[in-house]
């Protein structure tokens, strides 16, 4: 712990433009980020992250000739987090400064808010939010981007999951008599995603629970992907979400293009994640529908929610202390009232991670191919090969 001593500036009638040094001491601690701290006044801790990257996507499955190169900054983030005036009152602010994290690759306003949002605990066990913040949706979109096994989320979750939103939030853990946990979370949210400067008459109510039936993880695991911790002891969480969108704008509800009219949207998100010494198995499944999903305007121009099923599935083995292997595979299925306007998508990837200090810096790659209308063959028009590697720097 690095202390330091805070000089303050005071000016009173006696002393009025002099300098006065107050023995007032504030604390700067270094450990998992920057923290200071004053008494039990307030708590802020500071951090960054940053995910630089290079990748490439095939032009066809049997033509290997480069089609484009991703090269850039995926994730710049800044997160402060803490309390004030009491450790019951504590707040999260995440903001991004890259070009997808400000969303200017699907529209022209930057968004630099993620996360701002600020709790009330009333015990341990049971806390209330209220602000922007992720939904409890599927564990993958839960656990930050900072922690996972390859560079991007699976295609499933880009689909069907529920993301960010703005409102009111709760969570509560039970611990049963036999050391196995329950978790209820809950929130009703505006439906439109982050960020939205209006909304309408209809709301999104999602509801999640999770069961731990072998006690907690070490260090938070169920929601850090690979079992960087060696679980000494076979550890099993199962989750379950449903959330209900009412007159939902966007394609994906808290996501994607504006829709030509409004559309009620519900998801369901069943998940577990597994992990025993060094080797971790994690399965997501989603269906969503909409009872109309197409929407058209006059000049008949076809926008629709994005309803279907999806799969994806990761298994992982720490090969060492610092090296992991990764295996994904994911799938699309656009529910038959689309299906004259999307294919069908899979994906499978290998990928290997090497740890510097756990999640924080690594080195990522990983190589994958991904097929259209369920046809893997090379020669399918549309198949492809894609290939990323990332370093992920941050504090």
Same mark, same amino acid.
């Given at each position: ?31 998992? =980020? !920057? ?19 290079? =990748? ?136 439109? =995603?982050?960020?939205?400067? /209006? ?26 992907? =690979?079992? &960087? ?17 009412? /007159? ?16 009620? &949207?519900?998801?369901? !998100? ?7 010494? +060094? ?20 000049? +008949? ?59 924080? !810096? ?34």
């Amino acid at each position: 712990m690095i202390s330091l001593v805070f000089l303050s500036i005071i000016p009173s009638p006696d002393t009025f433009g002099q300098t006065v040094e107050s023995d007032e001491r504030a604390l700067l601690n270094v450990d998992e =980020g !920057i923290s200071f701290a004053k008494d039990s006044l307030f708590l802020m801790n500071l951090r960054f992250r940053m995910q630089n990257r290079a =990748g490439f996507n095939t032009l066809d499955g049997d033509d290997f000739r480069i089609n484009e190169f991703e090269m850039r900054v995926r994730r710049l983030r800044l997160r402060f987090d803490g309390y004030i005036l009491n450790p019951k009152f504590q707040y999260y602010i995440q903001l991004g400064f890259s070009k997808a994290d400000l969303d200017l690759e699907s529209q022209n306003i930057a968004q630099p808010v993620r996360d701002a949002i600020v709790y009330y605990f009333a015990t341990n066990n049971l806390y209330f939010g209220f602000g922007q913040s992720k939904l409890p949706g599927n564990r993958q979109r839960v656990t930050s981007s900072g922690n996972l096994q390859f560079a991007d989320r699976s295609i499933a979750n880009a689909a069907f999951t529920v993301d960010r939103d703005f409102g009111f939030f709760g969570y509560y853990t039970k611990k049963m008599g036999d050391n196995s946990f329950f978790q209820l979370k809950g929130a009703i949210t505006t439906g439109e =995603g982050r960020n939205a400067s /209006k909304t309408n008459n209809g709301l999104a109510y999602t509801g999640r629970v999770e069961y731990l039936p072998f006690g907690l993880f070490a260090n938070n695991g169920n929601y850090s992907e =690979g079992d &960087l911790e060696f679980e000494e002891r076979p550890k099993l969480a199962m989750g379950l979400t449903f959330s209900r969108n009412l /007159k939902t704008s966007r394609t994906g509800g808290q996501l994607g293009l504006p829709l030509f009219e409004v559309r009620d &949207l519900n998801t369901l !998100i069943i998940d577990g994640v597994f992990k025993y010494r +060094g080797n971790s198995i994690m399965t997501e499944y989603f269906q969503r529908n909409s009872p109309d999903p197409v929407t058209s305007n006059q000049e +008949g121009d076809i926008r629709f929610a994005q309803v279907g099923q999806g799969l994806n599935i990761q298994v992982s083995k720490m090969v060492s202390q610092k090296s992991e292997f990764a295996v994904r595979y994911s799938y699309v299925l656009p529910d038959q009232s689309i299906s004259g306007f999307q294919d069908r998508v899979d994906e499978a990837l290998l990928g290997y991670t090497y740890y510097i200090n756990g999640h924080r !810096i690594k080195l990522q790659g990983n190589i994958g191919y991904k097929w259209l209308e369920g046809l893997s063959s090379f020669e399918n028009a549309g198949n492809s090969w894609t290939g990323m590697f990332q370093v992920e720097f941050g504090i």
